[in-house]
Nanobody
Framework: QVQLVESGGGSVQAGGSLTLSCVIY????????LGWFRRPPGKQREGVAT???????????YYSDSVKGRFTISQDKDKNTLYLQMNDLKPEDTGSYYCTAAPDPPSGPYCTGGWWGVGTQVTVSS
């Protein structure tokens, strides 16, 4: 069993930065990928970033076009923690952010098909 607990959300002004953390409890060796999703207010959940943790592409990252160049996904294996460094934040980055982990290769570029955290809120004001 795997449990994911996010933290680091908050309120910032446009142009500011936040770093989200996701502590992963359980059998981390079972993960194939880790990732971040977000749900903007009134919209569907969308993929933000992925990092592959096993297989031939281990260490490879993927970002949505809307965050590429501003956000960085990383992991600290010793701390069993996933991070999302968010710079130059924009009001459209506002939403609930969720970390994910999956035991098998996902069907698309984002890490789905496994476990989800409960989310942390990010609010960016203009």
């Amino acid at each position: 069993q795997v449990q994911l607990v996010e933290s680091g959300g908050g309120s910032v002004q446009a142009g500011g930065s936040l770093t989200l953390s996701c502590v992963i409890y359980g059998d981390m060796y079972k993960s194939y990928c880790l990732g971040w999703f977000r749900r903007p207010p009134g919209k569907q959940r969308e993929g933000v970033a992925t990092i592959y943790t096993s297989g031939g592409g281990a260490g490879t990252t993927y970002y949505s076009d809307s965050v590429k160049g501003r956000f960085t996904i990383s992991q600290d294996k010793d701390k069993n923690t996933l991070y999302l460094q968010m710079n130059d934040l924009k009001p459209e980055d506002t939403g609930s952010y969720y970390c994910t982990a999956a035991p098998d290769p996902p069907s698309g570029p984002y890490c789905t098909g496994g476990w989800w955290g409960v989310g942390t809120q990010v609010t960016v004001s203009s």
